[in-house]
């Protein structure tokens, strides 16, 4: 990324020069890089500013044109997914698109079944995440895909969390549209994509950002190109490094997860055993509340009460909460995010620590 913050800092709209058509080129080769790995075509790839931009530009932009095109207002999607579709379908709805929010089972996961029955005539699109950013639960893409498409309606999926973990090509699974963002991945903040089919079917949709019609139109805007760079790199080396990676992530995932559940009483996985991300470990400690919890670790110890994405609130998320079951046990759970450069001695600091903590939280309360 470097040179494109200095030296080589041209413009890739600008390419009658060097500097520019160096630019272009980098983009070029990153956007290369994505599309090689979701099994895309160049041309597919949209940059946004991340996944947030990302998933609003594929709910949003496909319901506007649905809209203006009289081709239906129906959205169908989960009651789990990121805010980032989240809110838009609320803001659609008031906007009088109707949007049908699925619900999961005790694990995270959805029934397949349920978008075949929630599809009618005026369906235009479902949008379910591909792995959840905080129960790590992994959902079946290549049914929902194969139903989306005996319906003809766009299947979106927000593939944040699955990148570099769960195999994305978007023509075996049947994706239409996915969001991509670079940071999840080891990649520069403040960049991401968007997947946009352009063949079987060509997905028509909206732009979100108008203006000089960079990205063919579909989201204007001078290219971020250091990110971009960055990106394309971040998506190359995860790819390269993906089975190495795994198994060292779940390896200290079972690691933590068997000293916690070796050495405490009253705690409970949540999220599916089988269909999980590998470096995703959500636990609840029954009877402890979450932020007394967190506050008790040494700060260096960089675990979640609650999504990352929106800390400060206070309630439980809807993750949590769509799980059903008892409030109390949605305020006592921690989410563990397992990375590449993490060691077995971090995950016996962090064992070693969170079960002091616990005991010592519990007994507190017993006093
Ligand atoms: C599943 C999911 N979708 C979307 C986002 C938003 O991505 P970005 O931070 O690139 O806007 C996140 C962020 O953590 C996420 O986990």
Request: hydrophobic share 35%.
């Amino acid at each position: 990324m470097v040179p494109y913050f200095t030296e080589k800092f041209g413009n890739p709209a600008s390419d009658d020069h060097l500097y520019g058509s160096q630019a272009k080129k980098a983009v070029s080769q990153a956007r290369e890089q994505i599309a090689e790995t979701i099994n895309a075509r160049k041309e597919e790839i949209i940059f946004t500013s991340g996944a947030t931009e990302s998933d609003n530009l594929a709910v949003r932009g496909v319901a506007e044109y649905a809209a203006e095109n009289d081709q239906g207002n129906h959205i169908i999607t989960s009651v789990t997914e990121h805010e980032a579709v989240l809110e838009v379908c609320e803001s659609l709805e008031e906007e009088g698109f109707e949007v049908t929010y699925l619900p999961v089972d005790e694990h995270g996961q959805i029934d397949p079944a349920d978008i075949e029955d929630a599809i009618c005539d005026d369906t235009i699109l479902v949008s379910v995440m591909a792995a959840n950013n905080e129960i790590g639960t992994i959902t079946p893409l290549e049914e929902i895909g194969q139903i989306a498409k005996d319906n003809d309606v766009y299947f979106h999926t927000d593939a944040v969390q699955a990148l570099g973990y769960v195999p994305l090509d978007v023509e075996e699974l049947g994706i239409d549209l996915m969001s991509l963002s670079s940071h999840k991945i080891y990649g520069p903040k403040g960049i991401g994509a968007l997947y946009v089919r352009r063949r079987n079917p060509k997905v028509k949709l909206q732009p979100l950002i108008q203006g000089g019609g960079h990205e063919r139109g579909w989201r204007s805007g001078t290219l971020n190109v250091p990110g971009i760079v960055g990106f394309g790199k971040a998506v190359q080396l995860a790819e390269k490094n993906r089975e190495q990676r795994i198994e060292h992530v779940e390896s200290l995932q079972t690691q933590l997860w068997e000293r916690l559940s070796d050495e405490l009483d009253d705690i409970v996985l949540n999220g599916d055993l089988d269909n999980r991300l590998p470096n995703n470990l959500n636990v609840s400690f029954l009877g402890v509340e979450n932020k007394g919890l967190v506050q008790n670790l040494q700060p260096e110890i960089a675990v979640s009460a609650g999504s990352a994405c929106t800390t400060g609130k206070v309630e439980a998320s809807h993750v949590l909460q769509a799980l059903g079951g008892d409030e109390s046990r949605w305020h006592s759970t921690i989410r563990f995010g397992l990375g590449k450069d993490n060691t077995e001695e971090e995950i016996d600091v962090v064992a070693d620590q969170v079960i002091n903590a616990v005991n010592r939280l519990r007994k507190l309360q017993i006093n």
